[in-house]
């Protein structure tokens, strides 16, 4: 047992440093984007690559969602696995908890009632009127009559939500590109290591029981959700295509909904991430990530690695310290 409601906030939590969630973009700025999906065999974006003294890493940006019909295919990114001594997975938390398999059991029905509202209450008892009338909308198109989310806390209602809309939209969570790499090193006998951090929940049931606390502010991530099932999807498109068929200089352009953002804040204005002791997760992620990065630097003559997208396109991000430090970056031709 994971204690389902802790792992989906530090998932969450993973991509970049707690921030407050800039507004919603407007509609107008992305109504006029191409809403049709690229599909069949497509390259990818190129790769940026760092070095020193011979040493090479060359990193993949990736990004959710992508075009569920493509099929994603890199010769370059093949010639580099093949020509690799090591593969570094994207940066991930590691979740343990601290209690015996007997503990774990009992402590099921706790983790799944962390899912519903407190005292059996509906999404509309807990979400305003304007939000709830959004809310019934959208659920109708993409999740129909389905009655039990409507007992579920918003942040969980919204995932939901989001998930079928990317479903029905024809938009994929990874499109494929994780698989890919995992058959490449197959292929050509390259280890793949997971660059993990360890998070220790040592009161389960203490753990459980924040989260619970947490809920009047999940309501914020239900309603960003909203907004980008309602406006940003053709913007969601456009960024899935432009990965696809490697345009940079889109994906620097067009908006991001910030829906993971504001989940995120959602829980941890709450104070369910300091009550845990986890609330400077992103930047134990990132120096995990960034010794992982140097260790294979110092060690391989070429490694192949992967960041998401919007982490290499940030002029602080985790490139800009690896420069700092006095490695060379490249960037991808354009």
């Known amino acids: 047992m994971r204690l389902r409601s802790a792992i989906f906030l530090i998932a969450l939590m993973v991509g970049g440093p707690l921030r407050a969630a800039p507004p919603p973009p407007s509609s107008t700025n ?3 984007l191409p809403a049709v999906l690229v599909t069949g065999m497509q390259p990818g974006p190129g790769m940026w690559r760092v070095s020193r003294d011979g040493h090479e890493l060359w990193i993949l940006g990736t990004l959710s969602p992508l075009p569920r019909g493509m099929t994603w295919q890199s010769r370059e990114v093949e010639s580099v696995i093949a020509s690799a001594q090591q593969i570094l ?3 991930s938390v590691k979740m343990k ?5 007997l503990g774990k059991l009992f402590l099921l029905p706790s983790a799944y009632s962390a899912r ?3 005292d059996g209450k509906t999404l509309q008892q807990v979400l305003s ?3 709830y009338a959004r809310w019934q909308a959208l659920k109708q198109t993409y999740l129909g009559d389905r009655r039990s ?3 579920w806390r918003p942040i969980f209602a919204a995932q939901e939500l989001y998930k079928a809309a990317l479903k029905a939209n024809g938009l994929s969570q990874s499109g494929g590109v994780k698989a890919a790499v995992d058959a490449l090193a197959r292929q050509h006998g390259v280890a793949e290591t997971a660059v993990e951090y360890p998070v220790t929940i040592e009161h389960p049931r203490a753990a459980i029981k924040a989260f619970k606390q947490a809920a ?3 309501a914020m991530c239900m309603s960003r959700t909203l907004d980008a099932v309602e406006h940003d999807l053709p913007a969601m498109k456009a960024r899935a295509n432009a990965w696809a068929t490697g345009d940079l200089q889109a994906l620097r352009e067009l908006p991001d909904s910030h829906r993971r953002q504001a989940c995120i804040d959602a829980l941890a204005d709450a104070g369910f ?5 986890i609330d400077d997760i992103p930047q134990k992620v990132e120096a995990t990530w960034l010794a992982a990065a140097r260790k294979a630097l110092e060690t391989n003559q070429q490694t192949f690695a992967m960041l998401s997208m919007d982490e290499l396109l940030k002029p602080d991000g985790y490139l800009a310290k690896l420069r700092a430090e006095g490695y060379a970056i490249d960037p991808p031709a354009e």
């Open 273 to 277: 991430a300091r009550q845990l002791g």
């Open 149 to 151: 989310v409507e007992r």
């Open 30 to 32: 992305v109504a006029d």
């Open 89 to 91: 997975l994207p940066p």
């Open 129 to 131: 009127a304007p939000t």
């Open 216 to 218: 009047p502010n999940d």
């Open 116 to 118: 519903k509202n407190e």
């Open 97 to 101: 908890v601290d209690t015996s398999w």
